[in-house]
């Protein structure tokens, strides 16, 4: 039996998904595989509507352990190693429900690969990100950091190993905002409490369209957006939501 890594809490439809691999919870093959089976677990659970992810202590993720590299002496462990790198990321930009990072502290690497595939981003004070891949010898991340940064920052991060302040993120409106310590959770908590009291059906067409505008031409992208508002209109959740508004109280969902 491995040890637990990944901590899932769930409370008022909301997932505390907590990495926990001390000193600096540096992701090995088998936290990763933890990491993927959780939001594939949070996909599929009706109790939870909305997640939030951050690490144990004052890091939220270090990156790779480097004292878990895959063998070149061994055939195909390089790939089945690269596979559960790309599943990590993907399970979190893939789950069906909205993920907050809560970035707690350093998010390099790998690290702030997890933060990148969440869907919003908060950060504490002493947070820092960057992908130091090039001090030691690596390249990688570069489409990590493509889908939060611009042309000639990407580069300089990417080429340099430089670290970005949270002060940093947030006047490149990377991040929401830039939070104490002990503000850091309540307030990404108290967001994921809002998201998870819409429709959940709702909530999930919503997901499937923010990434899909990622990657689609506007035109494209709208029309599928379209085509999931007429396949809501004719849900219950939608009737109720209406006449919740008309009738001036609070909508009780039932997920259908």
């Given at each position: 039996?491995?040890?637990?890594w ?11 998904v ?7 919870n ?29 690490g ?15 063998s ?12 559960i ?51 030691v ?10 889908t ?109």
């Amino acid at each position: 039996m491995s040890d637990e890594w990944v901590r899932l809490e769930v409370s008022d439809g909301v997932g505390l998904v907590t990495m926990d691999r001390k000193p600096v919870n540096a992701l090995s093959r088998d936290m990763r595989r933890q990491l993927v089976a959780t939001f594939d677990a949070i996909s599929e659970r009706e109790d939870i509507r909305c997640a939030v992810l951050t690490g144990s202590g004052s890091v939220f993720c270090a990156g790779a352990d480097l004292k878990d590299r895959p063998s070149t002496e061994i055939a195909g462990d390089f790939l089945e190693h690269n596979r559960i790198t790309r599943e990590t990321g993907n399970a979190i930009r893939e789950c069906a429900k909205p993920v907050i990072a809560a970035i707690n502290g350093a998010a390099l690497g790998a690290g702030f690969g997890l933060a990148a595939a969440c869907d919003i981003l908060y950060a504490s004070e002493n947070a820092t990100v960057g992908m130091p891949e090039i001090n030691v010898g690596l390249a990688g991340g570069a489409s990590m950091l493509k889908t939060l940064f611009g042309r000639s920052t990407l580069r300089r991060m990417f080429f340099t190993g430089q670290r970005l302040s949270a002060h940093d993120l947030l006047k490149r409106n990377v991040i929401e905002d830039v939070l104490s310590e002990k503000d850091l959770l309540p307030v990404t908590m108290a967001l994921a409490s809002e998201i998870a009291s819409k429709a959940p059906l709702a909530i999930a067409y919503a997901k499937r369209a923010a990434n899909m505008v990622d990657v689609m031409p506007q035109r494209d992208a709208y029309r599928f957006e379209q085509e999931f508002t007429v396949t809501l209109s004719k849900t219950e959740d939608a009737r109720e939501a209406r006449m919740a508004f008309l009738e001036k109280r609070a909508p009780v969902f039932k997920g259908r």
